[in-house]
């Protein structure tokens, strides 16, 4: 799918690549942008066209949220995009070692200065910014297809996860509703859970002892999800191994099971969901359960896009195409501001300029480069690393590096802080 504007860069229907190729050799258009491929009309407005409903559709993710744009049409709905957003990581570690950095030199210079952290107050609504930057990085991306097409409805699916049903996900009726324990011991929750018999053993005609998959003393709790049965043999024979060590890894996996990911969905999907009716468009939402069993219906495969196809109860019984291309959006950033670089340590190793244009290059620019010796020969076409000396580092979407030299560079479109690639459709 190729993005269209008209002469004054409103959006326009989307159109194919070959269609926007024969635009383009017959001089009718122009290319406004690189990544997303974009066409600009020369001879055509918004007003003198007749445009279709488009629907964006979006899967929120913790990693990745997929996205898809569908086109309700006469013939049928017709899906014109594939998408994945893939979210910045590290973000929560660089904060830590800004604040280790920082309290170290404040410790050496001011080390007598009065305390501060307890002046602080968060606003209401406040997000991790891990979590605030998913959000915003999906309306980064909503707000880039919106200069591209002409949105008129949205779909997200409300994602809710229940971090005690994960925990838990036997529990049902009143315990679920009410808690837990309520109405149960320990003990005899145990016994149910785990069928009055030895967890290692499956013995049943013994007597039973509360057992922790983590012992104690290797930093294991008293949670529930933590203990189980085991009768007096193995619990000695066990001692002081988690079962994992024992010979049970499927027991200690009931140990490990990641909540991490669903408590960022729990954080964030209202305030994605409230973000996106402030743009003024329609906002359907949908849960998990009807996006999985939708997409069974269409026989699609798992992924994220197709899940995101499957959102809300506007997913018609069938869809007359899918493209064959996704584009992945990765959510690259526009540099650091950090000027004092440091080691493993912490102690300061070198220091940055606060100048970031060098030779009218800045890093994150999509730059083509032709260089005609050296190891380096040949056409190199993508993102630039700059230096101060001139020689600069392009970086293509297959990962290879080459060492150019500015004077050999072209730019092709300026770094906005988003790599955008293109990958096969499962």
């Known amino acids: ?187 005899e929750y145990l016994l149910e859970k785990w069928g009055r018999a030895c967890v290692y053993c499956g013995a049943t005609d013994v007597p039973l002892e509360v057992e922790h998959i983590v012992p104690k003393s290797r930093g294991g709790t008293d949670r529930v999800s933590n203990l189980a049965l085991a009768c007096h043999a193995c619990n000695q024979t066990k001692g002081s191994r988690t079962a994992d060590e024992f010979g049970f890894p499927d027991i200690q996996m009931q140990a ?46 798992k992924a994220h896009y197709y899940d995101a196809l499957c959102v809300g109860a506007s997913t018609p019984d069938r869809f007359t195409s899918l493209p064959a291309y996704v584009q992945i959006w990765t959510a690259k950033g526009r540099g650091t501001r950090q000027l004092c670089g440091a080691n493993a340590y912490g102690f300061p190793i070198r220091h940055r300029s606060r100048q970031k244009v060098h030779f009218g290059f800045q890093t994150g620019d999509w730059v083509r480069a032709e260089r005609k010796t050296g190891k380096f020969a040949g056409t190199w076409v993508g993102r630039v690393t700059v230096r101060a000396r001139g020689s600069f580092v392009v970086t293509t979407v297959d990962g290879n590096r080459a060492e150019i030299f500015h004077t050999v560079c072209r730019i092709l479109q300026r770094g906005n802080g988003w790599q955008i690639t293109q990958k096969l459709a499962s």
Not at 11 to 16: A, E, S, V
Not at 268 to 296: D, I
């Open 1 to 187: 799918m190729v993005f269209v504007l008209d002469r004054q860069k409103n959006p326009l229907m989307p159109c194919t690549e070959k269609r926007a190729r024969q635009l383009l050799e017959r001089g009718r258009a122009m290319v406004h942008k690189i990544a997303p491929f974009t066409i600009r009309l020369k001879d055509r407005t918004a007003a003198e066209s007749v445009l279709q409903p488009l629907r964006v559709k979006f899967d929120p993710g913790s990693k990745t949220t997929g996205m898809a744009i569908v086109l309700k049409g006469a013939k049928g709905s017709k899906v014109v995009f594939f998408g994945e957003i893939v979210h910045k990581a590290g973000i929560k570690a660089k904060l830590d070692a800004r604040r280790a950095l920082r309290r170290g030199r404040r410790y050496r210079k001011t080390r007598y200065r009065q305390a501060r952290f307890q002046n602080r107050k968060r606003k209401e609504g406040w997000l991790p910014p891990s979590l605030e930057a998913r959000v915003d990085q999906t309306l980064h991306a909503m707000a880039k297809i919106r200069q591209g097409a002409p949105v008129t409805d949205l779909s997200v699916e409300h994602v809710r996860f229940d971090t005690q049903k994960l925990d838990n996900p036997e529990i049902s009726g009143v315990a679920y509703q009410q808690g837990t324990l309520l109405g149960y011991e320990v003990r």
């Open 256 to 301: 490990r099971k990641p909540l991490r990911d669903a408590a960022m969905m729990n954080a964030t999907r209202w305030r994605l969901y409230e973000q996106l009716q402030a743009t003024g468009l329609p906002v359907e939402g949908g849960s998990g359960g009807r996006t999985k069993k939708q997409r069974l219906h269409q026989g699609l495969p």
